[in-house]
């Protein structure tokens, strides 16, 4: 796992004592970190994620979203990822580009682009929002919805 990444990307990432396993016999935390490892490894001003919490439970998520929003913070990248969850991506974006049927249909702050009627109508879903963390967008589905 090694190859490509200096000690001092490994050792940001809690990744320097998993260094000598195959990346077959990591999990699929240990796997996303090792990934952002080595993208960090190439030293690029911006870091390009597709779903990167894809398969991973709740906790790992979150542990995933926050080393990237540090990493983001403390280097000064700019990160743009993919995320299907509205929720989670109102809560660590600054702008969210929100795609339908394979266009843009809106963008902007999470609070100007997940809202109940641009939501509803482009995903077909009934939902409702709420403020969340520091005010940011929580899109909670309705049950009974169309």
Known sequence: ??????????????????AARRAGE???GERQRA??????AQQAPVLL????????????????LELVDRLRLADGLTVVTT??????????????????GGRAVAAGEPGQVL????????????????????????VHLVRGGP
């Open 35 to 40: 990934v952002l490892a080595r993208a960090l």
């Open 83 to 100: 995320l299907h969850d509205l929720t989670v991506a109102g809560l660590y974006a600054d702008t969210l580009l929100l795609l339908a």
């Open 26 to 28: 990591l999990s699929g």
């Open 115 to 138: 809202t109940e009627a641009l939501v509803g109508t482009h995903f077909g879903a009934q939902v409702k929002t709420e403020p969340g963390p520091g005010g940011r967008p929580v």
């Open 1 to 18: 796992m090694r190859s490509g990444c200096p000690a001092s990307v490994l050792d940001r990432l809690d990744l320097a004592e998993l």
């Open 49 to 64: 994620l597709d779903e990167p919490t894809t398969a991973l439970d709740l906790g790992h998520q979150q542990q995933v």
